[in-house]
């Protein structure tokens, strides 16, 4: 914008993506970043979920009792039901509100609080069915993805993997539930695009990692080395 940025500036000052106090660029305010909960001290080293008592990081009991199809799945933040987070109120006015102003400030966070080093070979955002995404306007997790594989300085592939069918939406389903909704929802159009190569799955949110380990079945079976799970916010709760 040059030498007129100012002036946009004047007339539509930034604020905070979630309290819409005025800040010096669009993103969340320093009082909004401290009410997003920290990362716990100990984690399962392969889900990412917290693991209550642990001194150390190591397998959780679900993982260990039914090991996921992607080799570890890690979130920037984390939130409960019913818990004031501004993170959660921005993704879900991005992603149901359809506001694509909140893109950069989700893609920003994620780029900047992401909670593993980005050396893979591949970025992969989890798809949207074509009547999802005509719907919304975007595939919130492929802008995503596009920041990431920006930073990173790696390539990002939004064609290959992709909805086989449109499924209903995961709000308000158990983990078996969700498991049968997208048990083989997906394919992998060109298999040769991922052979040999080490994943990085992204998307925006990760609930029970349904999505994220059906979508890891298929890019391991199209003959992807590794999958590995980046998500802005992981929720701690679910159904």
């Known amino acids: 914008?040059?030498?007129?940025?100012?002036?946009?500036d004047l007339l539509f000052?930034?604020?905070?993506?979630?309290?819409?106090?005025?800040?010096?660029?669009?993103?969340?305010?320093?009082?909004?970043?401290?009410?997003?909960?920290?990362?716990?001290?100990?984690?399962?080293?392969?889900?990412?979920?917290?693991v209550a008592g642990a001194v150390t990081d190591h397998a959780c009991a679900r993982c260990t009792r039914r090991p996921p199809h992607f080799a570890r799945a890690r979130a920037c933040?984390?939130?409960?039901?019913?818990?004031?987070?501004?993170?959660i109120e921005v993704l879900r006015r991005h992603k149901y509100g359809r506001d694509i102003t909140c893109?950069?400030?989700?893609?920003?966070?994620?780029?900047?609080h992401a909670p593993l080093v980005v050396d893979h070979d591949l970025i992969v955002p989890?798809?949207?069915?074509?009547?999802?995404?005509?719907?919304?306007?975007?595939?919130?997790?492929?802008?995503?993805a596009v920041a990431i594989a920006r930073q990173a300085q790696r390539p990002v592939d939004v064609w290959t993997l992709?909805?086989?069918?449109?499924?209903?939406?995961?709000?308000?389903?158990?983990?078996?539930?969700?498991?049968?909704?997208?048990?083989?929802?997906f394919i992998v159009r060109q298999p040769p695009a991922v052979d040999g190569r080490t994943i990085l799955l992204i998307d925006d949110v990760m609930t029970t990692g349904a999505t994220a380990d059906e979508c890891a079945r298929v890019l391991r079976r199209a003959g992807a080395q590794r999958v590995e799970v980046l998500v802005v916010a992981r929720a701690l709760d679910h159904t």
């Open 162 to 185: 992709a909805r086989a069918y449109p499924t209903p939406p995961q709000v308000g389903l158990g983990e078996a539930d969700r498991r049968r909704n997208v048990a083989g929802a």
């Open 1 to 8: 914008m040059g030498g007129f940025g100012w002036i946009l």
């Open 103 to 112: 893109a950069p400030v989700l893609a920003g966070f994620l780029a900047t």
């Open 13 to 50: 000052p930034p604020r905070c993506a979630a309290c819409q106090v005025r800040t010096r660029r669009v993103a969340f305010c320093a009082a909004c970043e401290t009410r997003l909960p920290p990362a716990a001290a100990s984690l399962c080293t392969i889900c990412g979920l917290p």
């Open 77 to 87: 933040t984390s939130y409960r039901r019913g818990e004031a987070n501004p993170l």
């Open 126 to 144: 989890v798809p949207l069915h074509r009547r999802r995404l005509r719907w919304r306007g975007f595939n919130q997790s492929a802008l995503l």
